[in-house]
């Protein structure tokens, strides 16, 4: 008789063990179905993060290249003085440029403008969503400030998940003296 209570107690605990497991299982695959969303979010956060600090420094370098620009070819000497500031013709007030920019903008010698120097620095990012402002005080004349805004809309992956669509604007501005 000793032996069958034996077996049994071990049939019983073996069993027991085996729903342990089960359940123990169970509880991973819960854990980890609540922890992967944030995971998931953690990740494409720090994708957004990083294609928002490449976005920006190119917005500075844009900035960088139409300041330099303007204050080589900019002054009052220079023969395609004063230069096309508004790019295309497309509604823009003068001094600024927005939008789609078509054809890079040229002066009447085919060199690039202050606009088209900003385009050409803003590698990776959509034209369409730069906006360039130039200010020249005093005529753009030698040694007068020259000043290049260039504003990007920065549009996060992560911003859509949240509310629709957020938009992040990155500015940089460069003054330079004109030679």
């Given at each position: ?49 990083g294609q928002a600090i490449f976005a920006y420094n190119s917005v500075v370098r844009a900035a960088r290249e139409g ?113």
């Amino acid at each position: 008789m000793g032996d069958i209570t034996t077996a049994r107690s071990f049939h019983s605990v073996e069993s027991e063990e085996r729903l342990v497991r089960r359940a123990e299982r169970g509880q991973s695959l819960v854990e980890f179905g609540l922890i992967l969303p944030v995971l998931l979010f953690l990740t494409v956060g720090l994708m957004d993060a990083g294609q928002a600090i490449f976005a920006y420094n190119s917005v500075v370098r844009a900035a960088r290249e139409g300041a330099r620009y303007g204050a080589v070819y900019g002054g009052s000497q220079h023969p395609e003085f004063p230069w096309a500031l508004a790019g295309p013709a497309n509604g823009n007030t003068p001094g600024t440029y927005a939008g789609d920019p078509g054809p890079l903008p040229l002066t009447a010698n085919g060199l690039p403008t202050i606009v088209g120097a900003v385009l050409r620095g803003a590698t990776g990012l959509d034209a369409k969503e730069l906006t360039v402002k130039v200010e020249c005080p005093s005529n753009c004349t030698a040694r007068s400030p020259l000043i290049v805004t260039v504003t990007y809309k920065y549009r996060p992956l992560s911003a859509y998940a949240l509310n629709g669509g957020a938009v992040l604007n990155l500015t940089s501005v460069a003054r330079v003296t004109v030679e």
